[in-house]
């Protein structure tokens, strides 16, 4: 997720997202038009990509206190996801993880706004089963990149993987 600038260069589709912060999705690894990942053991859908890669509009919630029921509300009515901000609230990779697999219950894309855009930083939170994130203070092109890299497993990007966790894709 680009902010600021950036956006309307990178994503033409940030047009259909639709909540506060105004910013949009880079998704955390290659994936297909229906929002699976290419390779992947763990085919979870991208529930919001593939609809933003139709042409619709989707719906979500920004989460900003640990609430496993707040999450599991926006996806009983009906959201397609839900973001979660680690810049301004109290979350961590721990509560993250547990919002995440709230989420899951009703296939809500789990996103979150990182506390800053470090590529360590990225990975752990990608590495709690994360859809995408949201990098805030994304000021020029070579930002940008990097938050993108950070986001993409080798060859498009420079993000590590290890056994064990729950990687989303």
């Known amino acids: 997720i680009v902010e600021r600038g950036y956006r309307r260069a990178l994503l033409p589709w940030l047009?259909?997202?639709r909540f506060a912060s105004g910013?949009?999705?880079i998704p955390s690894t290659h994936q297909t038009k229906s929002g699976i990942a290419e390779g992947s053991s763990v085919l979870r859908k991208n529930k919001a990509k593939a609809k933003l890669l139709a042409g619709e509009t989707v719906y979500g919630s920004?989460?900003?206190f640990?609430?496993?029921a707040v999450v599991e509300m926006g996806g009983a009515v009906g959201f397609d996801f839900t973001m979660i901000d680690c810049e301004h609230g109290p979350m961590n990779e721990e509560t993250v993880e547990g919002l995440v697999r709230a989420a899951e219950v009703f296939a809500l894309?789990?996103?979150a706004r990182v506390p800053d855009n470090s590529p360590d930083?990225?990975?752990r939170f990608l590495d709690r089963g994360l859809q995408g994130v949201i990098v805030p203070h994304v000021n020029s092109r070579a930002e940008?990149?990097?938050a993108a890299r950070s986001c993409r497993?080798?060859?498009q990007g420079d993000r590590g993987m290890a056994g064990g966790g729950r990687n989303a894709n």
């Open 15 to 17: 047009r259909h997202l």
């Open 23 to 25: 910013a949009g999705i």
């Open 62 to 64: 920004i989460v900003s």
């Open 66 to 68: 640990n609430s496993p």
């Open 109 to 111: 894309t789990p996103l």
């Open 121 to 123: 930083v990225i990975l």
């Open 144 to 146: 940008a990149e990097l």
């Open 153 to 155: 497993y080798h060859p």
